[in-house]
């Protein structure tokens, strides 16, 4: 069954790319059709089509590359463009009419436009929702949560509670971002953080330095992210603290005697270390803020047993061959709430779109023009093709609906930018040859324009095919 709902996931995942595509290619045949071109194919995928249905002077087509689409313009794209998309049956010889250079770009330009209003119409559909996470659970921003005290980053003085502000001078306020810049970070593998600690104010600038991780990506080792936790199942069978103190499986805990709950690990220690004193606890049930008391009782538990997140001394057949230790326990199991998605972490749809973009423009930034040493390569070494497109697509799937309209707004925005980049082979570079002929008034020879196109679309594929090599074997290292 579980397969089956992969597979599926699969399907939807290349169902949503090709929606995000339409789009771009809608908005090419729009205006190719309002300034007077000639739309010879509409084509979602690249190469041989499967199938194929003429309309109105129109081939629409479906074709056997399921990354990309492309609308066949004469008047805009070269011949060359041909080898890519594939021959075109025309009965007429004629040459088609000279269109305007304006209404040329205009075109060109139309494809990024339409995939600017989809990711808005995205944005202002998110932001009607109901917030994906209560606020009462946000922790606003990149709070650490989890620190191993062997880690070079507890050695370092991070702390748990610290909200990281910004990572190697660039600002921080997701956890993604702060990820991000680690896997960016040049300057002899270290990443200089700066923080403020939610529980006691104090801010300080931390050098930790950087490891590999089985995927040769560097990161910092023994953190992570600060998450709500919430009550799986009580675990006793006799009726335990937690029963006692009102809780419910699914309540997720905000305070603990005035702190903050900011792990399952935290949450754990507060009550072993509690000296089986009452504590008083903030809770979250059904979107509603509720008050009570609980007392931890002494039980024992395996020594080898993780004591910070679960009370498992049921499960074990013979108790006597096991070392046991006794702790103070109330009788639940402590499982972390998913936070948001990096992709919701702005409600305003303004301040949706010009998140996307500050990413796009981070990672271009890295790639074009780095601040550091080694900055670039890193950036290069992290880019992903399709295979890593669709394969965040059907991992966001699993996130929830809202998930899946953050990301899809994000891949429009990326594909809007990326398109403009003036390539000969991308919209962009069919603007500059417009612009061109604007200026001069004469149009670039056909024989270099094929060549400039032939030879960028054939570095275009064979990124591609690179890329999708690279991300075929990431994947296979990931879930293997």
Partial sequence: MFIIIKILAIIVALFILGIIIFAHELGHFLAARWTGMRAEVFSLG?????????????????????????????????????????????????????????????????????????????????????????????????VVGVVDPESPAAVAGLRVGDKILATNGNKTETWHEFLRETLLASIDNVAVVEVENIFDGAKAQISIQLTTNRLNKFHIAGIDEAHAVGIGKFTWDNKTPAEEAGFREKDVFIEVNGTRVVSTEQLASLVRESGGETLAVRYLREDKVAETTVRPVLKALPVEDDVDKTDKIDDIESVDAIELIEVYQIGAQLVPVASASQWLKHRNPVDQIKGDYAEIKR???????????????????????PVIIVTSIWLTIFSGFAAILGFMRFININLAILNMLPLPVLDGGHIMFALWRGITGREIHPKILNALVMVFAFLLIGAILLLTYRDSVFIWKIFR
């Fill in 46 to 142: 690249m190469g041989p089509a499967i199938w194929r249905k003429k309309i109105g002077g129109t081939e629409f087509r479906i074709s056997w590359i399921p990354f990309g689409g492309y609308v066949s313009l004469p008047q805009l794209d070269p011949e060359a463009m041909e080898t890519i998309q594939g021959k075109t049956e025309k009965k007429d010889a004629r040459p088609y009419p000279q269109i305007v250079w304006w209404k040329r770009i205009i075109a060109a330009a139309a494809g990024s436009f339409g995939n600017l209003v989809f990711a808005i119409i995205l944005a202002l559909v998110i932001w009607a929702m109901p917030p994906p996470i209560d606020k009462n659970l946000s922790f606003g921003g990149a």
């Fill in 363 to 385: 990672i271009l930034g890295a790639l074009v023009t780095p601040k550091n040493k080694g900055e670039s390569g890193r950036a290069a070494s992290n880019l992903g093709g």
